[in-house]
Structures are given as structure tokens and as C-alpha cells.
């Protein structure tokens, strides 16, 4: 294509290759989809939160800045946001070091390998379904297999459903354990890191931690920045889990912030009150994620400045 | 030393191989629940061999629902899914070099816009997207499924862009005294090394949009046109009876494709190390 | 490059147009109804002469398409579809485009047809409709003009889906009512007293503590959250002269009783249950996710709330396993006091203001209610018939557990009723249920007082109507 452009008028060809008009041109199927699928109900679920809009009901009062005030002293709301930032914090630096490790330990080359990361891959692919959802209750239960674990051990069994302090953990543990997506391109990230990097600190004399610190995660950096950016921001989302396995108990100890959503939005037909909620969480985010950002000028390594 | 080695490495594989069952219990146990009566999961047995060994969770959920089988409902997802990946795929890297490689006017404001709508719950949103394919006449249908796949999926763009950060500059300027336009330099320099990351999208993508029930419940109606995530779901009725081997039964067999999928491309990412990279 | 996007974006959208469209009726009446739905509106307002109209629109031979949805599990999808066949036969010119799902992703799927104008033709709902009421089209007219046929409905049944002000809304699909399952065997093993047609919260409470204490089990099991409708509620309507309180009053607009503390009794006993561990904490209670796994129906309770439709499904299953359940009311306040318990309406079948077809759809509910042989169709798994013809025939060939369940609906319908009662629940009520809970968990781990959490439960209901 750049070919064709070199025969035609210079005129033409400039406006072609500027800058201004290639970026458009790249990243038109994104502005054309945004304009047409995302950006009117994003407005509108702004507007939405300065009404008593609610799904049955077609005609949205306006109350002003009402629903912003009653979030600041709704209990089920305050506890929700501590509750996911509990499963934030907790959650994705595991599942991230975890998906980094075993992405790593599965670069060997071995013909085990592809099986290894097939087994460790699997748990991924079941995703959020009714089936696991199930399972993972079961095995939590109290007569459940984690219960069977401890008393086998000795210990006394944990009521991990009916407990506030714990019943999160075991979605945690959901979320560490589909950390499939991550290693996943970790390890195409680590597939990307250029051999002679290790050949020459192979010469230097480096040895294998060496290696791990000074070339895999500084050239791995750019994905760590990005599956940190990515896992926190859906770990904010994380709703299939708690809605199907805690639903939000006991006593709203697993009420994920995505969950008290739906339910006000849904279950409770308070869609305006669901909006305004939204919007505060999207200040919050957007505040964890340009923290993230600003940070990252300090650790990740960039191939292509700019 | 040599012993030393091996030992090292029966431990290895020892340690991956134990891990790796304790990481797929749970979805073993799906499996033989697949065989096992109501009872029998219900009790929620630890062990993985089904007592009943009922085949016929089979038969009774390949059936599925009012004359409508299985078969219907895998084609369903199986068109969906390939489209929406292949959709994917294309938009994203367009739109990933666009903010990764171009100086245009907005790009950042683009960029911001991006993120901000991975940021909102689909639950406020949901309604007011589907009241504008609906006004566009695309309701019921497969459309509003597609489509949005064709315009860069913010989770892959960026993660192309990560990628793109790795290709060294230096060659997109090579290319350029090469006489090369930025049309030839995405098409000839950037989508061939992009290959990993290409790889992962096609993977994940699959899967998810296999997994998504949110979208076809809002935008198919006829049972005819359901794809298997919903048909999965029919099984699970909270105010009647669950018929759970056969829910388990149709779960299993909806692992197939994602699986092989996986399969099938996983071997881009392995290929070892010492072939990989930047050889020039 | 662009032009080559485009268009690789023009040919999907071509294909998956075509795919979409091939044998699909669906879509093409969607669009026609997107752009007779003016039209359709106007003919609304214009009742009279629109329903002159569709007189003749059912009994001449055009065709029509109805849509209907409903939801509930693979056995009632095969039995409905089943119907919607016959009737198809009966009637070729009426075409039925249904549509089935679970619980939750019905009321989702409905949702979003309420913000798009597009509701079913005729759809299912349950107890909780206040939200929906707009999209109601009621029968009142349709039972004037004897297009639906109500002689063999009786008044009680038929008011289970009445408005307050006298609106019939819909038909029900199988009246229902609460009641308390119980395995008289683990009783007498317990040495505890088997409930009476007259026993109270406080021998419901010994007789729990009683089992718990004996066998290491539940006493009483829960299932969903009908502690809040069945119990709570209840306990309510149990106070006081018969139709004096009710939870909500008569026409939803406000609280039917002024006492919040007219509460705190039985969260009370709620909190000791569940620290004595005669009844479930939130953990064990997650557990059962369906009536089928319910800890009576498992060996690890006593006793359970039922909707009685559900007892037939669970007698089965526990007669296999040689165990035989029995069906008890609910306890009451004081012995000889008011039941509290009322007959409700399972689910009913409705026709929906946005349809164009609004008679052939009532039409179609009415054969769907009173017909024999859709009904020997459907056997009941919706709830008990509220067409005498219809359950007449059907407890002919009923089983054990069905037999019980007629028996003791039919003792509910005995009860003396006020002369003014409200079935249907206000808008709103599923957070107030959730909240409350949550707080009979705060009353059991100590952090708040059952008086309190009365407080708290009144607070939450009123806070409904502001």
C-alpha cells in the first residue's frame, strides 16, 4: 500500500502519511465504535446518576447531587468498597506473581512443557460458569474438601461461607486460580525478550537469578505494567463469582462493589442510584490507575521511548 | 553433578505435575460429576469416581430444551466466537499501532477514553447499548454480539501496544528511508513480530466471548439462535429443579473447543526460547 | 487501508445478517414491530374500536404471531412447548414464538424489553410485579366480552392476581402457599412434639432446639429467603384481630403496622436459633442452592419452609431415600390465633400492553388456565390449578405428595380471611428482605440488639415509600 501512495500527487500522498490523518485512520474502527456503542450510554449513565431513574419506571427525575449524599451513608455501600479493596489488593499481586512464576518456570524447553502449561491453563478456561461456581462452593462447604484437608491435619474445620473475617478468601483463591490469561502473556511477553540479551550476560557470567532480575523483568516490564493495569481494573469488575457463589454474604462480607451494582440496579430498581455508584468507582479507578502510571516511569523499561 | 541435575530435575517435573493436579481438581471433579447422578453431586462426594457412572447425563442434556439440541447451540457459539475473535484480532492491532507508533492529535485523549470504558460496570450500561442497536433495528439477532469485536476491544489493544513498546524503533526507521509508509511498516514489520501477542488475543478472546452470556441473553430471543453459555444456564433454575449431571455433562463438552483452541496455538508461545525474538 | 477495513466490516455484518435472518422469523416481525409500534400505540388509546377490531382478529384466519416467555427448568420448557403445540394444532392461524430461561435471566431479559417497548405478548410473572404493572394489560375487559373464560375459577383464586383496586392483571398459572415440611420420624427420634394444625413460634422454636440438641442436626432448615415473606411477614399478619396489621397496608403505599417492636420477638428467636444451631448461620444456609438440596431433604434437618408446590419434588426424593414427609402450617402466635397464611399465586400468565395482539394473547391464557388437556399437558409443575374442571382431573391421577399438598391448600382456603387482604408486595421489598438478613446476623453475633434491628427492618420498609 505504501507503494501505491508514491505514484500519486505529492499533495495527496502527504495528507495520507501525516501523522494526523495514518492515526485516525488506525485507530478508526475504536473512534467509530466508541461514538456509536459506548459514548451515548456513558452519558447517559451519568445523567442517570443525578436521577431517580429506575428500569420500570421511563420517567427520570432530576435530584441533584441526592444519590451522591445517600452513597456516603449507605453501610451496604461503604463496606463494599472496603470489601473490594481487600479482594483488589490481595488478589492481583498473587495472581500476578504467580502467573509471572509459573509462565517462567514453563519456558524450558521440554516436550513436558506444553502439557505443564495445558494443566495449569485449564482451570482458566472453565471461566466463571454455573458448573465451577458450584464446584468451588462444594469444596469450601463445610463437609467440603478444604474441611476434609484440616481435620485430616488435625485441625479444627472453618465455617469459610458463614465467616465475615473469611469468606472472601475463597474468592480470592477463585480469582489467583484462573490466573490463566496473565501467564498466558507473560509468557508470550517472555518468548519476546531477545536471546542474545541472554547469550551475552551468559558470557558476563551471570547466573540464573542474575539473569531472572537484570533481563527478564526489566524487558518483561512493559507486560507487567500492563497485566497490572488490566487485573486491577477487572478485578474491580469482578462480579460472576461472588454473585453466583457468596452472593454477597454473610452479611454482606463478599458484597463486591460490581454485585452492589446489579442489585441496585436490578434486584433493587434503583438504576440511578446504580449509576452514581458507578461514577464514583470510575474516579476512584481512574485515581489507582494513573497512580500506577505515574509509578511506572520508575520501572518500566521501555524499548521505544515515546 | 550430573546425578545432581537429574535429581533436580525429577523434582521439577514431580512438583509442576502435583501442583498442576491440585490446580485442576476442581474441574476434574466437574467432569466425573458429568457421570454422577443429582444425589450424588449434591451429597458433594470428594471423590473423583462417580458411584452411578451415569452416561445418560449425556443423552438426557444433548437434548436440551424443546426439540432444540446441543448440536443448535455449540453451532451457535462456535459462529459467534470464531467471528468475534477474528474481529478482534484485526481492530485491536489497527488500533494498538495507532496509539503505540503515531503522533496523531488526540491520541491520548483516545487512549483515556479507552481505559475509562473498561472502567464502568457493564450493568449501567448495558441498557442504554442495547436500546441503540435496538433502534438501529439489529435486535434480536447476531449483530450487536459482532460487531462491537470489529471496533479494537480495549483489553487486547493495549496489550498490543505493550507488545509494540518491544519492537525496537529502529526498525520501523529502517523501513521508512526503505521508502516504506506507515501502512507498509504495520502490515510488513509490525504484525509479524507481533505474532505473540496476536497468539494470546486469539486464545483469550475465544474464550471469553465462548464464556459471555450476558450479551446473547440481551440479544437473541429465539431459542434456536441461543448459544451453549446461555443453554447452560437453562439447567439452572433457582425456584425449580436443577438437573445437574446434565448441566455438568454440557459444561464438560464446552470445554472442548476452548481447550483445543488453546491447543492448537499454544504451540506459537513454545517454541522455545532459542527461536524466538528478534533474530533481525 | 481503510477501505479494505470497511469493507471486511461490511461483508461480516452481511453474512452474519443473512445468518441471522436465515429461517428466523423472529427478526423480521421485530422490525415490523418497530415500525408499527406507533401505530400500535395510537390503537392502544383508542380501546373501544381497537378491540372491536381484534373481535373478528381471532376468529378470522389471518395469521398471527404471539410471543411468549416464561421461566423454570428443562421439564417445565418440554411440558410448555408440549402445550403451545396442541394449541397451534387447535388453532392454525395462531403462530407461538416462545422463549424460556432461568429465574434470574428471565427478569433480566424482561428488564430490558420494559426499556424498549417490546414486551412479550404474554409473559410470566411472580409475586413481586409492582415494577411492571405499566407493561400489564388486565383482562377485565376480555372477561366481560368472555374471551376469557373465569366460571371456573373461584373468587379467591382469582383475587390471588387482583389488584387492590379490583384490576385483574393475569390469570395464575397455580395458586400456592407456605407451610413447613417436616420428617416425623427425626421427631419422634428426638422425642420432640410433632406440629399441630395449631402449634406457635414457641413450640416451633422447643421443638428445633429440641432435635438440635438430641441429634446434632438443624432443627429447621431455610430455603431462599422466605423467612422474610413466610416468617416475618407472617408474623405480622398473625398479631393482633384478624386483617388488623398487615406488614405492608392494603395498597402499598406505606407501612401496615405503626410498632416497629411488633418485629423484635421473632428476630429474636431467629438470632437464638441460630446461635443454639438449630437453625442455619448465613454459611450453611449458602449451601442449599435449590429446593432439592435443602437440609431436610438431606438428612441434616427436621423441618424446612415450602411454597407447597415444592412439596411434591421433595416428598419424592425423600420417599426414596424410605423416608416419609409430612406438611404442618405455619406456627402462630398464640394457639387459636390468626394463621396469617394466605392463598397466593404461584406465577401468573399476563398480556402485555405493548403487544398487538392483545386478545388472541388473553385468549391463549385462557385455554392455557382452563383447558383438560393442556392442563394433562402440563401436570401441575406450576403450582396447583386454580380451574376446579382442571385440578379435578389432574388429583385423579395425582401422587402421594400431590395428594398432600391438595389436602392441605384446601385446609388453607378454610381459614377465616379478613375481608380485605393484599397478596402482592410493594416494589423495593427484595432490599428490605436482604437488609434484613443481614441484621438478624448482627442480632446473632452480638453487634446489635433484635430491637434494634427491628428498628432498622421498619426503617428500611418505610424508606420504600419515600
Redesign the interface.
Known amino acids: 500500500m505504501g507503494d501505491k501512495t508514491k505514484t500519486k500527487a505529492d499533495s495527496l500522498s502527504m495528507l495520507i502519511n501525516n501523522d494526523n490523518v495514518v492515526g485516525h485512520i488506525f485507530a478508526a474502527p475504536f473512534i467509530f465504535g466508541f461514538i456509536c456503542f459506548s459514548f451515548i450510554p456513558i452519558c447517559m449513565s451519568l445523567y442517570y446518576a443525578f436521577t431517580d431513574y429506575s428500569l420500570g419506571n421511563k420517567v427520570a427525575v432530576f435530584v441533584g447531587l441526592k444519590n451522591f449524599l445517600m452513597l456516603f451513608k449507605d453501610e451496604v455501600f461503604l463496606k463494599s468498597i472496603s470489601k473490594t479493596l481487600q479482594y483488589v489488593l490481595i488478589a492481583v499481586p498473587l495472581k500476578l506473581t504467580f502467573a509471572l512464576l509459573v509462565a517462567f518456570l514453563l519456558t524450558r524447553k521440554s516436550r513436558m512443557v506444553t502439557f505443564y502449561r495445558s494443566l495449569y491453563y485449564v482451570p482458566s478456561l472453565v471461566g466463571g460458569s454455573v458448573a465451577v461456581a458450584l464446584v468451588w462452593k462444594q469444596l469450601f462447604a463445610r463437609k467440603g474438601l478444604f474441611n476434609s484437608v484440616l481435620m485430616d491435619l488435625g485441625l479444627k474445620k472453618i465455617n469459610w461461607f458463614g465467616s465475615e473475617a473469611l469468606a472472601i478468601y475463597p474468592l480470592i483463591l477463585m480469582a489467583v486460580w484462573q490466573f490463566g490469561s496473565s501467564m498466558i502473556i507473560f509468557a508470550a511477553g517472555l518468548k519476546e525478550i531477545p536471546t542474545t540479551y541472554y547469550e551475552a550476560s551468559e558470557i558476563d557470567g551471570a547466573n540464573g537469578f542474575q539473569r531472572f532480575f537484570k533481563i527478564t523483568l526489566p524487558c518483561l516490564s512493559p507486560i507487567i505494567l500492563y497485566n497490572l493495569v488490566m487485573q486491577t481494573i477487572s478485578a474491580f469488575m469482578t462480579f460472576t463469582q461472588a454473585f453466583i457463589i457468596t452472593g454477597g454474604g454473610p452479611n454482606n462480607s463478599t458484597m463486591l462493589y460490581a454485585l452492589n451494582v446489579y442489585n441496585q440496579a436490578f434486584k433493587y430498581n434503583n438504576m440511578g442510584y446504580a449509576c452514581a455508584m458507578s461514577w464514583v468507582m470510575l474516579i476512584v479507578m481512574s485515581l489507582i490507575t494513573l497512580v500506577i502510571f505515574r509509578t511506572s516511569k520508575f520501572w518500566v523499561f521501555s524499548e521505544s521511548e515515546g | 553433578m550430573r546425578e545432581k541435575k537429574i535429581v533436580k530435575k525429577v523434582f521439577y517435573h514431580l512438583f509442576v505435575l502435583l501442583f498442576g493436579f491440585v490446580m485442576i481438581y476442581p474441574v476434574l471433579w466437574m467432569i466425573s460429576g458429568s457421570f454422577k447422578d443429582n444425589g450424588e453431586i449434591l451429597r458433594g462426594t470428594l471423590s473423583l469416581i462417580p458411584q452411578s457412572s451415569k452416561i445418560s447425563n449425556y443423552n438426557t442434556g444433548w437434548k436440551g430444551f424443546g426439540g432444540t439440541t446441543f448440536a443448535t447451540f455449540f453451532k451457535n457459539s462456535l459462529f459467534v466466537t470464531t467471528i468475534a475473535t477474528f474481529g478482534t484480532v484485526i481492530s485491536s492491532s489497527l488500533v494498538a499501532y495507532s496509539f503505540s507508533r503515531i503522533k496523531f492529535k488526540g491520541r491520548k485523549l483516545w487512549f483515556t477514553f479507552m481505559l475509562a470504558t473498561m472502567m464502568l460496570p457493564g450493568q449501567v450500561i448495558m441498557i442504554p447499548q442495547y436500546l441503540i442497536y435496538y433502534r438501529f433495528g439489529l435486535v434480536p439477532g447476531y449483530v450487536p454480539l459482532i460487531l462491537p469485536y470489529f471496533c479494537g476491544q480495549a483489553f487486547f489493544i493495549y496489550q498490543m501496544m505493550q507488545f509494540m513498546q518491544g519492537i525496537p524503533r529502529e526498525l520501523d526507521e529502517a523501513a521508512k528511508i526503505d521508502g516504506c509508509s506507515k501502512y507498509g511498516i504495520y502490515s510488513k514489520i509490525i504484525l509479524p513480530l507481533l505474532k505473540p501477542a496476536i497468539v494470546t488475543t486469539i486464545i483469550i478472546q475465544f474464550y471469553w466471548k465462548w464464556d459471555d452470556y450476558m450479551g446473547p441473553l440481551l440479544y437473541l430471543s429465539r431459542p434456536q439462535s441461543y448459544t451453549a453459555s446461555i443453554a447452560i444456564k437453562l439447567f439452572a433454575d433457582s425456584t425449580s429443579v436443577t438437573d445437574y449431571g446434565a448441566m455438568f455433562a454440557m459444561s464438560t463438552l464446552s470445554l472442548i473447543p476452548v481447550f483445543l483452541i488453546f491447543l492448537f496455538f499454544n504451540k506459537y508461545l513454545v517454541e522455545g526460547i532459542g527461536t524466538s525474538g528478534l533474530k533481525g | ?2 477501505k479494505k ?1 470497511v469493507g ?2 461490511m461483508a ?2 452481511m ?3 443473512s ?3 436465515c ?2 422469523q ?2 423480521s416481525t ?2 415490523n414491530d ?1 415500525q408499527t409500534k406507533d401505530v400500535a400505540e395510537a390503537s392502544t388509546k383508542e380501546e373501544t374500536a381497537a378491540t372491536e377490531d381484534k373481535a373478528d382478529d381471532t376468529n378470522s384466519d389471518e395469521p398471527i404471531t404471539l ?1 411468549m416467555a416464561w ?8 411440558k ?3 402445550a403451545i403445540e396442541l394449541y397451534e394444532s387447535l388453532n392454525p392461524n395462531v403462530t407461538i ?9 428471565y ?3 424482561l ?2 424489553l ?3 417497548d ?1 414486551v412479550w405478548d404474554v409473559f410470566q410473572l411472580g409475586g413481586n410485579f409492582p ?2 404493572l ?2 400489564i394489560y388486565p383482562l377485565d375487559e376480555f372477561i366481560a366480552t368472555g374471551v376469557v373464560d373465569v366460571s371456573k375459577i373461584s373468587e379467591a383464586n382469582l383475587k390471588t392476581t387482583r389488584e387492590t383496586d379490583g384490576t385483574q392483571l393475569g390469570l395464575t398459572n397455580g395458586i400456592n402457599t407456605y407451610g413447613i415440611a417436616y420428617d416425623p420420624a427425626i421427631f419422634e427420634e428426638a422425642g420432640a412434639a410433632i406440629p399441630t394444625d395449631d402449634w406457635t413460634w414457641e413450640d416451633y422454636q422447643k421443638a428445633a432446639d429440641t432435635i438440635t440438641e438430641k441429634l446434632g442436626i438443624f432443627g429447621s432448615s431455610t430455603f ?1 429467603t422466605s423467612d422474610f415473606i413466610a416468617g416475618c411477614s407472617t408474623y405480622i399478619g398473625q398479631q393482633g384481630d384478624l386483617g388488623q396489621y398487615s406488614f405492608f397496608n392494603l395498597d402499598l403505599t406505606g407501612m401496615g403496622f405503626d410498632n416497629p417492636q411488633m418485629l423484635a420477638p421473632f428476630i429474636q428467636m431467629r438470632a437464638d436459633m441460630i446461635k443454639k444451631g438449630s437453625y442455619p ?4 444456609s ?2 442449599v ?5 435443602d437440609f431436610l431433604v ?1 438428612g441434616e434437618a427436621a423441618m424446612t419452609w415450602v411454597a407447597v408446590n415444592q412439596f411434591p ?1 421433595i416428598y419424592n ?1 425423600c420417599a426414596e431415600q424410605g423416608r416419609e414427609l409430612a406438611l404442618a402450617p405455619l406456627p402462630k402466635v398464640v394457639a387459636g390465633g390468626n394463621s396469617g397464611t394466605l392463598i397466593q399465586s404461584s406465577q401468573m400468565l399476563c398480556v402485555s400492553q405493548d403487544s398487538e395482539h392483545k386478545e388472541a394473547a388473553a385468549a391463549f391464557i385462557s385455554w392455557f388456565e382452563n383447558d383438560v388437556d393442556c392442563n394433562n399437558i402440563l401436570q401441575a ?1 406450576r403450582g396447583i390449578p386454580a380451574n376446579e374442571n382442571v385440578r379435578e382431573a389432574l388429583s385423579a391421577s395425582s401422587t402421594k405428595g400431590q395428594q398432600i399438598m391438595y389436602n392441605y391448600v384446601d385446609s388453607v382456603s378454610k381459614n377465616p380471611t379478613p375481608k380485605e387482604y393484599n397478596v402482592l408486595s410493594p ?2 421489598q ?2 428490605v428482605q ?2 434484613y ?2 441484621y438478624i ?2 442480632v446473632a ?1 452480638g453487634e446489635i440488639t433484635a430491637e434494634e434491628a427491628a428498628e432498622k427492618t421498619y426503617a428500611d420498609a418505610q424508606a420504600i415509600f419515600k
Open positions: 487501508m481503510k477495513l471486511i466490516m461480516a455484518t453474512i452474519v445478517g445468518l441471522a435472518g429461517g428466523s423472529t427478526d421485530t422490525a418497530a410471543r421461566w423454570g427448568s428443562q421439564d417445565r420448557h418440554d410448555t412447548i408440549a414464538e416462545y422463549e424460556y430461561y432461568s429465574f434470574d435471566d427478569f433480566t431479559k428488564k430490558t420494559v426499556a424498549s417490546e415494577m411492571y405499566d407493561k431462599l448461620d448465613a454459611g450453611a449458602a449451601e442452592t435449590n429446593i432439592e438440596n438431606t419434588t426424593v409443575e416494589d423495593g427484595d432490599q436482604d437488609n438478613l443481614n446476623q448482627q453475633s
